[in-house]
């Protein structure tokens, strides 16, 4: 009876340790198609937007509209392009407030920040809240869902500042 308590036990412990081990996987995983998101917009290249997205794309932006993959790239391809023509620059980072995932899928739920042409005088800052789904095409997580909306207006420094870090994976491990 000892042996199989005890076999029990051990048989928990690793699944658990094994479950918080695959999440902080996939967090780490899940980063590296956030920083393609962020050297994206750093280098204004619309073919890294294209890399990280599902050709299955739902976009609603603004809570306003519904647009797919191909005019969702379009649109980054001429706006980036616009950019660069300008000598305009785009920043852009996240915080989060949830990440949820297991092996296929993830919903990751946050505050951005957009700065326009930092360290310039007419530098601008944008705020809004995000949630993304992703899911594993041929074992490479894309971007199938992104839907952000500004919250009239309501989302702010002080919203971006409450979420946590794109590298704080402790808050988001389950227990």
């Given at each position: 009876?000892?042996?199989?308590?005890?076999?029990?036990?051990?048989?928990?412990?690793?699944?658990?340790?094994?479950?918080?081990?695959?999440?902080?996987?996939?967090?780490?995983?899940?980063?590296?198609?956030?920083?393609?998101?962020?050297?994206a917009f750093d280098?204004?290249?619309?073919?890294?937007?294209?890399?990280?997205?599902?050709?299955?794309?739902?976009?609603?932006?603004?809570?306003?509209?519904?647009?797919?993959?191909?005019?969702?790239?379009?649109?980054?391809?001429?706006?980036?392009?616009?950019?660069a023509n300008n000598?305009?620059?785009?920043?852009?980072?996240?915080?989060?407030?949830?990440?949820?995932?297991?092996?296929?899928?993830?919903?990751?739920?946050?505050?951005?920040?957009?700065?326009?042409?930092?360290?310039?005088?007419?530098?601008?800052?944008?705020?809004?809240?995000?949630?993304?789904?992703?899911?594993?095409?041929?074992?490479?997580?894309?971007?199938?869902?992104?839907?952000?909306?500004?919250?009239?207006?309501?989302?702010?420094?002080?919203?971006?500042?409450?979420?946590?870090?794109?590298?704080?994976?402790?808050?988001?491990?389950?227990?």
């Amino acid at each position: 009876m000892k042996k199989k308590s005890l076999l029990l036990i051990i048989f928990l412990l690793v699944s658990v340790l094994q479950t918080k081990a695959q999440t902080i996987d996939n967090l780490k995983e899940i980063n590296l198609v956030w920083e393609k998101f962020y050297q994206a917009f750093d280098s204004l290249d619309y073919k890294l937007m294209a890399e990280i997205h599902s050709k299955e794309l739902v976009r609603i932006s603004g809570g306003n509209r519904i647009i797919d993959y191909e005019t969702y790239i379009n649109n980054y391809k001429s706006g980036f392009k616009r950019d660069a023509n300008n000598g305009d620059t785009s920043n852009i980072s996240l915080r989060f407030f949830e990440r949820i995932n297991n092996e296929s899928q993830a919903s990751e739920r946050g505050v951005y920040k957009l700065i326009r042409n930092k360290n310039k005088p007419n530098e601008q800052a944008y705020y809004g809240q995000f949630h993304v789904i992703f899911a594993k095409e041929n074992g490479v997580w894309k971007i199938t869902m992104d839907y952000d909306s500004n919250e009239s207006n309501t989302i702010d420094e002080k919203a971006y500042q409450k979420a946590h870090p794109i590298d704080d994976f402790e808050k988001f491990l389950k227990e």
